[in-house]
């Protein structure tokens, strides 16, 4: 084996390695290539001010200016200005997921997604908040959540022009308007909005429960209804009616006692009547609403619960 330190090759039989990451290249030209990924001397740059390190990426990229797509996909006609994302859109149709978990087996298409699945493993979550400190696993879910603090709904419905935090909410609802369904169930066939609203179904099928008391070990399907568990353990109550203080552990119970107590039909934004907990507001708390008036601790399991945030 020869060794050369200034250059950071370490070589084997018909193999180059690079000693900084690892990575294997049949001859020398890729690995001279590879090799200045290391560094940041990027010579080849673009009139946008975008800089590369390979006169080849630079050529890519310019294509990013004009409208050609000149790697078009054989199997489905869909054409792509770089090479590399027509290689990962193949993956759809051959079904290769060339990047594995060492942890847990599990593959991904992109080495990026690997990358972002290890953090579920190792805890890591890079991106925090400047407002409240609140990490996040990926920086894009960070960008989104700061929102919450602006106010600011970039993502506006250009049909009946609802605006929405992040722009998978409005993927989601713009559904609503054009009735796709694409999500089914395999066992009943029953159609869903949303993945998460079909996992959530299919877990009546399966009787999966994930989600376990700590206190007492009952489990629950979903999440929403093991938190609304949780109150008969710590006997808090977050639903308050701003009229006469009495409170309750279910939205439910606080409805009927304002229709019968205090005569209000609803709880509308010009009287808002819930007082909630932060740590009881989550998105699927926000998303499920429930019908029933019984409470938890007559163990019937609502299918959810509603969500209404103080003005």
């Known amino acids: 084996m020869h060794k050369s330190s200034s250059i950071g090759l370490q070589r084997t039989v018909g193999k180059f390695i690079c000693k900084h990451c690892g990575n294997i290249f049949e001859t020398f030209v890729e690995f001279e290539l590879h090799v200045k990924t290391h560094f940041s001397e990027k010579p080849f740059t673009c009139p946008c ?46 079904g ?59 993502y506006s419905c250009t049909l009946c022009g609802r605006s929405f935090v992040q722009g998978c ?42 989600f376990s008391c700590t206190e007492c070990g009952k489990n629950f399907a979903r999440s929403g209804v ?4 949780m109150l008969t353990h710590t006997g808090e109550k977050p639903y308050k009616c701003a009229l006469c203080g009495k409170e309750y552990t279910q939205s439910s119970k606080l409805k009927r006692h304002m229709m019968i107590q205090h005569n209000k039909k609803e709880i509308t ?6 007082i909630l907990l932060p740590n009881l507001c989550s998105r699927e708390g926000l998303q499920n609403d429930s019908n029933t008036e019984s409470s938890v601790s007559d163990k019937k399991d609502s299918n959810s619960k509603e969500c209404i945030l103080p003005h």
Do not use: W
Not at 49 to 72: A, C, F, I, Q, W
Not at 269 to 274: G, L, Q
């Open 96 to 154: 290769e997921k060339p990047y594995s978990c060492t942890e847990c087996g599990k593959s991904f298409v992109q080495g990026g997604q690997l990358k972002m699945h290890m953090r579920t493993h190792t805890g890591e979550k890079p991106y925090s908040c400047s407002v409240c400190g609140k990490s996040f696993v990926q920086k894009h879910n960070m960008l989104d959540h700061m929102f919450l603090h602006t106010g600011e709904k970039p």
């Open 269 to 274: 934004p010009e009287t808002p009547k819930v």
């Open 169 to 210: 909410h409005l993927k989601d609802h713009m559904k609503t308007h054009s009735g796709e369904k694409p999500h089914s169930c395999s066992f009943c066939g029953k159609s869903f909005l949303q993945n998460s609203d079909l996992r959530v179904h299919l877990r009546g099928h399966t009787g999966e429960k994930p």
């Open 226 to 229: 093991l938190k609304r568990h």
């Open 49 to 94: 001010g975008r800089s590369y390190m390979h006169k080849g990426h630079l050529k890519e990229h310019m294509l990013t200016h004009t409208d050609r797509k000149p790697h078009v996909c054989t199997q489905c006609g869909k054409s792509f200005a770089h090479k590399g994302d027509l290689t990962i859109h193949t993956r759809i149709h051959t």
